[in-house]
């Protein structure tokens, strides 16, 4: 039998941590804090791009994410620190092979959101390229841009919801 080790700090990367992985960041980190969580979320990306995006970041002040945290943000590559995450959602499928590539000591880490809200884990996901995208808002009009951000707020209440039940011991993850 596998044991299983807690999850006790995630790391949500997209390309450019200005979108997806940062929305998912403020969105579950308020959704854990609400529920009592000690686990600690954290984002990064494979490029550097600059802050949250007005329309993004009016979204988060919606959901209750403090102003501060939202200007606070600052893109950021993914590094050492990042690396030490036990658990590494991904926004897209390319994005885990290139992560593991670049940094092989995290493979059986990492994974892509997706997969993650559908009960798989690192050693089992099972998951195609269509199925696992995360869609990008960016270039996107505003209407499609907001339509988005929903599915990925959909996202971080599943995903915060499976490390709850995660750190509670009412789910498991090898």
Known sequence: ?????????VCFVCEWNEGR????????????????SKIIIMSAGFSQADTVNPLR????????VP???IDAHFSTIFNEKHARADLILVAEL???????????GL??????????????NPSN?????????????????P????????????????????LVELEAGRSSFP
């Open 67 to 69: 102003m501060s945290e």
């Open 94 to 104: 390319p994005m885990k092979g290139k992560l593991v590539q670049q940094w092989p």
């Open 125 to 141: 996901e099972n998951i195609s390229e269509e199925e696992a995208i995360m869609e990008d808002a960016g270039g996107k009009d």
């Open 107 to 120: 493979t059986g880490r990492v994974m892509t959101v997706k997969g993650f809200v559908k009960g798989m």
């Open 57 to 64: 970041k009016a979204f988060l002040l919606g959901l209750g």
């Open 1 to 9: 039998m596998v044991e299983m080790k807690p999850i006790r700090l």
């Open 21 to 36: 992985s940062v929305h998912l960041e403020m969105s579950v980190r308020l959704k854990l804090k609400r529920l009592g």
């Open 143 to 162: 209407d499609k841009k907001l339509m988005l951000y929903v599915k990925h707020e959909q996202l971080a209440a599943q995903v915060a919801q499976r």
